[in-house]
């Protein structure tokens, strides 16, 4: 069993900021790939931000730039820095995890929403 806790989502104003952490525990051999992926009302589930074991970095195009992805092996944990926000960026955030084992968890997700 795999649990993935996410916290850190909340309302903020257009061009503010926000950090979501993202923390795996149970029972796991090892994580390969640790992600973000959001869902806005109406739309599908889509990419934010993926980070490899190795470091290596995959992000949207509408991200590039504002949002920076970042992990801790140790703590089985992954971050999203989130700058410069947009209304456009409202939605509920997902974290995932693919372990080495193929399978992947998901986190029962976190509300971002930018507005004035």
């Known amino acids: 069993q795999v649990q993935l806790v996410e916290s850190g989502g909340g309302l903020v104003q257009p061009g503010g900021s926000l950090r979501l952490s993202c923390a795996a525990s149970g029972s796991f051999s090892s994580i390969n790939t640790m992600g973000w992926y959001r869902q806005a009302p109406g739309k599908q589930r889509e990419l934010v931000a993926v980070?490899?074991?190795?470091?290596?970095?995959n992000y949207a195009d509408s991200v590039k730039g504002r949002f920076t992805i970042s992990r801790d092996i140790a703590k089985n944990a992954v971050y999203l820095q989130m700058n410069s926000l947009k209304p456009e960026d409202t939605a509920v955030y997902y974290c995932?995890?693919?372990?080495?084992?193929?399978?992947?968890?998901w986190g029962q997700g976190t509300q971002v929403t930018v507005s004035s």
């Open positions: 980070i490899k074991s190795g470091g290596s970095t």
């Open positions: 995932n995890a693919v372990m080495r084992t193929f399978q992947s968890y």
